[in-house]
């Protein structure tokens, strides 16, 4: 039997292509001591039985997240006899990092290039001839929704499966590769198991899930070696290796006139990187502001005329408990205008917060934000979560799953519920509104923000005990 694995950038057609390959003989279910769906079909070509099991949709094979260390750890424990990597041709750059991950994890590659319907759409060829020479593997261009490819893809999988691809190593810079070596010349032969070329680069990005697999005094040594170098983060120059090899690979194979769209001339406003965070501020001062401010005519005619409305109906009944109880200063009829008298301002604060998160302000904030987690010492990852957390904590820390590190990940479990969610800006609202009039826009920022800086502080003193 052949054992395919499809792995893939997240929404770049794996599935289909499972579909495809494998049609109604398929079985979904979780993978083993995880929530996470398998999926894992047979078929029957050309008198090969062929198993494909579709890895979970990831960026890289870093191991931030439960779905990225699960497709690393199927290719590294499993072996598949292929990977057929997913890439979309319209999105080439992104999709190679993971490729280069997979061909430095030693593994027997094919590149279906995925949506090649939609590249020429955009106006960008690719030469594949150049790619494949490039990288050191057989490509198949495929339109998956057309099932385009698929028998060249499948003659690919049985041809490669059975005389897998001679390996390329992928070179990076100069500097990456002397610090491969040092590590190298460490732990040659004393890795069984694993590729020693991939457990260098691991060991150089600070891997904790493989640096639990190696020796401690093996280990203890490579790190020494690390140390020597303070002056690099290795986690950091090893990515910008990777894209600068994707972008020398790109460099003469796409052809595509570049546009400036209005999107890119909006994130060059708002995600840079000193008027990133005023703006970001300021965005959410007026989403206040204009809840306040407008809302006051509605808040104050609602109020006033349930008063009025009380003070007219006041003695009516001449039973003075039942006016008292019903038309008094504090009785039902006040208390139910006094209610009601906060309905417009949490309509319109909730209508402006859905209506920034409508234009895609809050994913822009959420990427914003991430350098600042990381420069504070927290997982970038927690910024979505802490995001969640401004319309409701519970969903918010259901997302904390996609936090890898478990202290990370308790950290912002605990830390969380400081955050303002919606239920609570109904409270705040009517408090502030009570207390402060118009002047609620500032004190309701304020407490925002008070939130926020709470969350890091706490979160801080949790990571480091």
């Known amino acids: 039997m052949i054992r395919v694995a499809l792995a893939g950038n997240p929404n770049v057609g794996k599935s289909v292509v499972f579909n495809n390959l494998t049609g109604g003989h398929q079985h979904i279910g979780n993978w083993p001591g995880k929530t996470i769906d398998k999926a894992e079909g047979t078929l029957n070509y050309k008198g090969n039985e062929i198993y494909v099991i579709d890895l979970p949709g990831t960026y890289s094979l870093t191991a931030y997240s439960i779905e990225e260390l699960i497709a ?3 290719i590294i424990q499993d072996k598949p006899d292929v990977v057929v990597n997913i890439v979309d041709a319209s999105n080439l750059e ?7 991950q997979l061909l430095e994890l030693g593994a027997n590659v094919i590149i279906a290039l995925n949506k090649m319907d939609l590249s020429k759409r955009e106006n960008t060829k690719i030469d594949i001839k150049k790619l494949e020479k490039k990288l050191g593997v057989p490509i198949i261009p495929t339109v998956a929704p057309r099932k385009e490819g698929m028998k060249e893809l499948l003659d690919a999988i049985v041809k490669y499966a059975k005389k897998p691809v001679e390996r390329k190593i992928i070179k990076y810079n100069e500097k990456i590769e002397k610090w491969i070596s040092k590590i190298e010349e460490i732990i040659k032969g004393k890795v069984a198991g694993f590729d020693e070329r991939w457990v260098a680069i691991k060991i150089l990005e600070n891997d904790e899930e493989v640096k639990k697999k190696i020796d401690k005094n093996l280990l203890s040594k490579c790190e020494e070696v690390i140390r020597g170098d303070k002056t690099e983060n290795f986690e950091i120059a090893l990515a910008d290796a990777r894209y600068e090899l994707i972008k020398n690979i790109c460099k003469d194979l796409l052809i595509k006139e570049e546009k400036v769209t209005a999107s890119d001339i909006v994130d060059s406003v708002f995600l840079d990187k000193y008027l990133g965070i005023p703006i970001f501020i300021s ?3 007026m989403i206040f502001q204009f809840g306040f401010m407008v809302s006051a005519p509605f808040c104050d005619f609602l109020g006033d005329g349930f008063a009025t409305l009380s003070s007219a109906l006041s003695g009516v009944t001449g039973i003075p408990w039942f006016d008292y109880l019903f038309f008094g200063d504090y009785g039902l009829l006040n208390g139910i205008g006094m209610v ?4 417009p301002l949490i309509i319109l604060l909730y209508f402006a917060l859905s209506l920034v998160e409508d234009f895609g302000y809050m994913a822009r904030a959420a990427f914003l934000m991430d350098k600042i987690m990381r420069k504070l010492g927290l997982s970038g990852r927690a910024i979505i979560p802490m995001i969640l957390g401004l319309g409701c904590n519970v969903p ?12 990370d990940r308790l950290a912002a479990i605990v830390t969380n519920p400081l955050m303002l969610c919606g239920a609570r800006l109904v409270f705040f609202s009517a408090i502030v509104e009570a207390f402060w009039g118009r002047m609620g826009g500032d004190v309701l920022l304020s407490l925002y923000l008070l939130g926020v800086a709470l969350t890091f502080v706490v979160a801080i003193i949790l990571r480091k005990t």
Request: glycine share 0%; aromatic share 18%; no cysteine.
């Open 340 to 343: 009601l008298s906060f309905v």
């Open 283 to 285: 965005i959410l001062w």
């Open 396 to 407: 918010a820390i259901y997302a904390t799953r996609a936090i890898p590190e478990e202290k």
């Open 94 to 100: 992104r999709n190679l990092y993971l490729t280069l």
């Open 72 to 74: 690393r750890d199927y």
